[in-house]
Nanobody, 122 residues
Framework: QVELVESGGGLVQAGGSARLSCAAS????????VGWFRRAPGKEREFVAA????????KYAEDMKGRFTISRDNAKNMVFLEMQSLKIEDTAVYYC???????????????WGQGTQVTVSS
């Protein structure tokens, strides 16, 4: 099974940018989609963005379109989430997940990272 480790979180000012990374290792099949999800304090986990294994297809939550960009480097087994124009309400723990389908449904992902905290301050 693929193991995932997120990094790049931290404290960011509102209006600023951040870049999250998701490093993948292990697994017998490299053809997996990767999704980013987040859980804000007191809220349920929500979908952020996803990318297909061949990079041909991406999917974004409506509020993230135009602000967030998902990308991947299959040669390095890395997936990235570039976040711009950050808002206070983007404060959350961000998780990357791997699965067979490029979807916004969390149940479709088989492997999850431990998460990285992003805090947006005013």
């Amino acid at each position: 099974q693929v193991e995932l480790v997120e990094s790049g979180g931290g404290l960011v000012q509102a209006g600023g940018s951040a870049r999250l990374s998701c490093a993948a290792s292990g697994g017998t099949n490299a053809n997996y989609a990767v999704g980013w999800f987040r859980r804000a304090p007191g809220k349920e986990r929500e979908f952020v963005a996803a990318i297909s294994w061949n990079i041909k297809f991406t999917k974004y939550a409506e509020d993230m379109k135009g602000r967030f960009t998902i990308s991947r480097d299959n040669a390095k087994n890395m997936v990235f989430l570039e976040m711009q124009s950050l808002k206070i309400e983007d404060t959350a723990v961000y998780y990357c997940a791997a699965g067979p389908h490029t979807t916004d449904e969390s149940w479709a992902y088989d492997a999850w990272g431990q998460g990285t905290q992003v805090t947006v301050s005013s």
